[in-house]
């Protein structure tokens, strides 16, 4: 995966790298390498939060096993049935709608028979968790 990263930040650095005329090869290379290297910095903007966001997906899922799992089995509910993690559920009773800012929300603060995980749980693990649970419901993959 790193080499793949690697290999598209320098492709896209090529591709954005302006052509210099100058006299002096020396100052033609030096210009080169400075817009290559900014160029590659702004790739790897572009590129760095779609790799984070697998990691997070899977700290999300440890963390919801570990804290959520016990109510929320298979995006599930053994308190109230009807109000699941699945994605027309989420629609339906989760305040704000599916999204994973309403998620971070009820997971902060809890709700009804939800305890809060605010002083729990990290503003990043509540985060991580938020995400695992959209992805889930979005891409129906609760079991």
Known sequence: MKVVAIASLVACASAFTPAKTTPSASVKMMG??????????????????VIASAADL?????IFAGNCAACHAGGNNVIQTEKTLKKEALDE?????????????????????????????SDDEIADVASYVIDQANGDKWE
Do not use: I, W
Request: hydrophobic fraction near 45%; charge should be positive.
């Open 93 to 121: 009773y989760l305040s704000g709608g599916r999204k994973v800012e309403s998620v971070v929300y009820q997971v902060t603060n809890g709700k009804n028979a939800m305890p809060a995980f605010g002083g729990r749980l």
């Open 32 to 49: 080169v390498k400075e817009d290559m290297a900014a160029a590659a910095l702004a790739a790897a903007t572009l590129v760095t939060p």
């Open 58 to 62: 899977d700290n999300g899922a440890t």
